[in-house]
């Protein structure tokens, strides 16, 4: 079993930056994927940025040139620094953690909402 515990969600104005934290505990066998997804009211939940524990990094063609995700595998935890945030960020950010079974855990979701 994987714990997920986010931190970092909140309101911003159009232009301003955030830094979601996704600190995991539990049973972390590698190679393992984490990353982030949104799901903002009446759409689906869709991939924001993911990193493998070796260091691959993968971004929503929405999200690139902005956003930028990092692991410290020491710390078991992944951050999503997002600047030049926009009004069609705002969502509900939840982060993972996929086993290389492909086993996937959920955190239980922190709120980003951009709004002037």
């Known amino acids: 079993q994987v714990q997920l515990v986010e931190s970092g969600g909140g309101l911003v104005q159009p232009g301003g930056s955030l830094r979601l934290s996704c600190a995991a505990s539990?049973?972390?066998?590698?190679?393992?994927?984490m990353g982030w997804y949104r799901q903002a009211p009446e759409k689906q939940r869709g991939l924001v940025a993911s990193?493998?524990?070796?260091?691959?990094?993968n971004y929503a063609d929405s999200v690139k040139e902005r956003f930028a995700i990092s692991r410290d595998n020491a710390k078991n935890t992944v951050y999503l620094q997002m600047n030049s945030l926009k009004p069609d960020d705002t969502a509900i950010y939840y982060c993972?953690?996929?086993?290389?079974?492909?086993?996937?855990?959920w955190g239980q979701g922190t709120q980003v909402t951009v709004s002037s």
């Open positions: 993972y953690f996929r086993t290389f079974r492909g086993t996937v855990y």
């Open positions: 539990g049973t972390m066998s590698r190679p393992n994927t």
């Open positions: 990193v493998t524990s070796g260091g691959t990094s």
